[in-house]
């Protein structure tokens, strides 16, 4: 049962316009949404996060939005550029039974090719 | 400071043969835990740990241990590789207050 789905599979977009990614949760159980993005040959890496308190969080170009009673939430990058070329990757995550560490749960992935 | 070690980068292995992937971790992070990466399947948890000296199951741990004997060092052992272990390895970690993990570079592995 995937608990967290991802879409579009891969997305192009023209350099200066707005990248979307969407992802659907299950579990309500959920309390923490990061998005990831990896490029090739490299660990993924936090880029933004928001707890379901929040409809919305902004850190420069980056976007998260969230619906908490639709179990949704979304990605959105202005202004995208070819250095924004990359795999991003939702998660989902919940405290491991109160012991301190949280288990990801991550969509399949998108992957983001910004054209000049 | 490195943050996440993992080794080695690459290896070939013949199947039936035992691996061990190592991680290193300098953050003094309690939680550490271990994914596999295959296209288009996105990253699953295999193994974690919420501290030293503990270990717990992730959604697909068939075919892997691990162990956590002190707070730094997570290693991952495959007892009979299969070609469907084919795959890249990322080792991560976690601590403090906050809910992000940090990865390693990953192993890619190849079962024959």
């Known amino acids: 049962q995937q608990q967290v789905k991802q879409s579009p599979q891969s997305l192009i977009v023209q350099k200066g316009g707005i990248s979307i990614i969407n992802c659907a949760y299950e579990?309500?159980?959920?309390?923490?949404f990061p998005w990831y993005q990896q490029f090739p040959g490299k660990g993924p890496a936090l880029l933004i996060a928001i707890r379901p308190d929040v409809s919305e969080k902004k850190e420069g170009r980056f976007t998260i939005s969230f619906n908490k009673s639709a179990k949704q939430f979304s990605l959105h990058i202005m202004d995208s550029q070819p250095g924004d070329s990359a795999t991003y990757f939702c998660a989902a995550s919940m405290e491991n039974s109160g012991a301190g560490s949280y288990q990801l749960t991550f969509g399949k992935g998108t992957k983001l090719s910004v054209i000049p | 400071i490195a943050g996440i070690t993992q080794a080695p980068t690459s290896q070939i292995l013949a199947a039936g043969r035992r691996m061990t992937l190592r991680c290193t971790q300098d953050?003094?992070?309690?939680?550490m835990y271990w994914y596999r990466q295959d296209l288009g399947l996105g990253l699953r948890l295999i193994h974690y740990s919420n501290t030293a000296g503990t270990t717990g199951k992730g959604e697909v741990p068939d075919g892997y241990s691990v162990s956590r004997a002190n707070t730094d060092d997570f290693p991952l052992t495959l007892a009979s590789a299969v070609p469907s272990q084919t795959s890249v390895y990322f080792c991560?970690?976690?601590?403090?207050?906050?809910?992000?993990?940090?990865f390693g570079p990953g192993t890619r592995l190849t079962v024959l």
């Open positions: 579990n309500t159980a959920f309390d923490y």
């Open positions: 953050m003094r992070h309690n939680a």
């Open positions: 991560a970690s976690s601590g403090g207050e906050a809910n992000e993990q940090f």
